[in-house]
T-cell receptor, first 115, second 116 residues
Framework: AQKITQTQPGMFVQEKEAVTLDCTYDTSDPSYGLFWYKQPSSGEMIFLIYQGSYDQQNATEGRYSLNFQKARKSANLVISASQLGDSAMYFCAMSSNNAGNMLTFGGGTRLMVKP | GAGVSQTPSNKVTEKGKYVELRCDPISGHTALYWYRQSLGQGPEFLIYFQGTGAADDSGLPNDRFFAVRPEGSVSTLKIQRTERGDSAMYLC??????????????FGPGTRLLVL
């Protein structure tokens, strides 16, 4: 079985500062993928960034980067230069070959950016 | 190009009624997924299709839930004899193929179902 844990129910960050959202995962499968999604109040899940278990380097996409620490089984999302529009729910998710094609999601972190 | 679309965006129904939720995936995507998200929680997997066939329906909570994808594109999630506990956001996603852990799933805007 695979499991995702997000321990921060809510986070505040000042506009223009960086913020780290925590995610730890558990799986016995050596082949897996880790994903971060953003969910604004409108409800749509927006894909942000992906990290494969065999990737040697941390993934980056614009202001988003993924701090992947395989030995610790953590995949934290770093958002640089926070903007007011970054206020939303953020979900960490994973899939693994042994678990089929389903995504398993964490409980999410609500990020609030202060002006 | 166009993303995943879902209709209706909102659905209010009465306990015991039948509802259908529709999902139109990204053109060319062969894999399609349904998830259910209760308030304050992360989405939970229901079912996924590879082409026309349901490759994994292990997440369907009971036999009141059924989904089809007859032509390998649009999918319909069907809920019979709705219960108040079925109230949730129903999310559909698609991916280019079903290559397991390495495929990104792209989500639609969801259907908010409220059962009174």
């Amino acid at each position: 079985a695979q499991k995702i844990t997000q321990t921060q129910p809510g986070m505040f960050v000042q506009e223009k500062e960086a913020v780290t959202l925590d995610c730890t995962y558990d799986t016995s499968d050596p082949s897996y993928g880790l994903f971060w999604y953003k969910q604004p109040s409108s409800g749509e899940m927006i894909f942000l960034i992906y990290q494969g278990s065999y990737d040697q380097q941390n993934a980056t996409e614009g202001r988003y980067s993924l701090n992947f620490q395989k030995a610790r089984k953590s995949a934290n999302l770093v958002i640089s230069a926070s903007q007011l529009g970054d206020s939303a729910m953020y979900f960490c998710a994973m899939s693994s070959n042994n678990a089929g094609n389903m995504l398993t999601f964490g409980g999410g972190t609500r990020l609030m950016v202060k002006p | 190009g166009a993303g995943v679309s879902q209709t209706p965006s909102n659905k209010v129904t009465e306990k015991g009624k039948y509802v259908e939720l529709r999902c139109d995936p990204i053109s060319g995507h062969t894999a399609l997924y349904w998830y259910r998200q209760s308030l304050g929680q992360g989405p939970e997997f229901l079912i996924y299709f590879q082409g026309t066939g349901a490759a994994d329906d292990s997440g369907l909570p009971n036999d009141r839930f059924f989904a089809v994808r007859p032509e390998g594109s649009v999918s319909t999630l069907k809920i019979q004899r709705t219960e108040r506990g079925d109230s949730a956001m129903y999310l559909c996603a698609s991916s280019l193929s079903a290559q397991g852990a390495f495929e990104t799933q792209y989500f639609g805007p969801g259907t908010r179902l409220l059962v009174l």
